[in-house]
């Protein structure tokens, strides 16, 4: 059973509006929160996280917000830029399971000009 | 500065033979992990070094060995390779969990 789940397989935006990545996680031990992008034929780079004790990271143009009550994160990206375009995974670890990651199954984002 | 580098790129099996795939890191971390990517299931933990010297099964380890050669280098070993086996792997280092994961460009990996 997996405990991250990212529902939406693909989202299309235009250049220049918001991107909304979303995540949903199970297990209440996991304290941190992170998004890894992704493109063709590399391995996925860090792109932001977010501790279990915030309710919002900022870094640039994207966004983390986690809404622990509802178990749930989201990434957004404004504004959207064709480079963009790529496959998001959101991850979460746990101290109590020696803070491995565990993974989402990605959402690919392709943002249109 | 390579980071993370994985070999071979690219590799076609037949069913039941045998490869190491190799991954060498060069930013001095302890932890070392191996990853598999299949479409729909995201990247999911084949095997973990938290140290040199100590490797751990992680979710999915069945069919597969490790070898945790030195601080640099953690191998992922298919001793009869099998159809379900064809993935992507990605290697993957870490110093300080759960921040600065970073990965190997991965190995396409197909089983005939």
């Known amino acids: 059973d997996q405990q991250v789940k990212q529902n939406s397989p693909s989202l299309s935006v235009q250049e220049g509006r918001i991107s909304i990545l979303n995540c949903d996680y199970t297990?209440?031990?996991?304290?941190?929160f992170l998004w890894y992008k992704k493109y063709p034929a590399e391995g996925p780079t860090f792109l932001i996280s977010?501790?279990?004790?915030?309710d919002k990271n900022e870094d640039g143009r994207f966004t983390v917000f986690l809404n622990k009550s509802a178990k749930h994160l989201s990434l957004h990206i404004v504004p959207s830029q064709p480079g963009d375009s790529a496959v998001y995974f959101c991850?979460?670890?746990?101290?109590?399971?020696?803070?491995?990651?565990?993974f989402g199954a990605g959402t690919i984002l392709r943002v249109k000009s | 500065n390579a980071g993370v580098t994985q070999t071979p790129k690219f590799q076609v099996l037949k069913t039941g033979q045998s490869m190491t795939l190799q991954c060498a890191q060069d930013?001095?971390?302890?932890?070392m992990y191996w990853y598999r990517q299949d479409p729909g299931m995201g990247l999911r933990l084949i095997y973990y070094?938290?140290?040199?010297?100590?490797?751990d099964k992680g979710e999915v380890p069945n069919g597969y060995n490790v070898s945790r050669l030195n601080k640099r280098e953690f191998s992922l070993r298919l001793e009869s390779a099998a159809p379900s086996q064809t993935s992507v792997y990605f290697c993957?280092?870490?110093?300080?969990?759960?921040?600065?994961?970073?990965f190997g460009q991965g190995t396409r990996l197909t089983v005939v």
């Open positions: 993957a280092s870490s110093e300080a969990l759960p921040r600065g994961v970073f």
């Open positions: 297990n209440s031990m996991f304290d941190y």
């Open positions: 977010i501790s279990s004790i915030k």
């Open positions: 991850a979460a670890s746990a101290k109590e399971y020696g803070n491995k990651l565990v």
């Open positions: 930013m001095n971390h302890n932890s």
């Open positions: 070094s938290a140290s040199e010297g100590t490797t």
